[in-house]
């Protein structure tokens, strides 16, 4: 079984950074994707960045640019870095672990990400 731990978030103004970390423990050999998903409310959960374990990554276009997402597989964690932040932008950040990034298996709690002046 694979757990994960989310840390960052929180409140930030128009234009500011933030970086959210997500670390796996437990059967982490079997993690091969990794990614921050978000959901903001009335609208569906969507993947925000996700990479796999060689380093390829896929990002939401609304954040290409902005975003930069890292991972250092010798300590299980993914890193998103998020830059130039947009009001837009927030939302419920979840971090997700499996075997493919269109089939994430376990899932985070979820960390605030709120971008307002």
């Known amino acids: 079984q694979v757990h994960v731990v989310e840390s960052g978030g929180g409140l930030v103004q128009p234009g500011g950074s933030l970086r959210l970390s997500c670390a796996a423990s437990?059967?982490?050999?079997?993690?091969?994707?990794m990614g921050w998903y978000r959901q903001a409310p009335g609208k569906q959960r969507e993947l925000v960045a996700g990479i796999l374990r060689g380093g390829t990554t896929n990002y939401a276009d609304s954040v290409k640019g902005r975003f930069t997402l890292s991972r250092d597989n010798a300590k299980n964690t993914v890193y998103l870095q998020m830059n130039s932040l947009k009001p837009e932008d927030t939302a419920v950040y979840y971090c997700?672990?499996?075997?493919?990034?269109?089939?994430?298996?376990?899932w985070g709690q979820g960390t605030q990400v709120t971008v307002s002046s």
């Open positions: 997700a672990t499996g075997i493919t990034m269109a089939n994430m298996k376990t």
């Open positions: 437990g059967n982490v050999i079997v993690i091969n994707a």
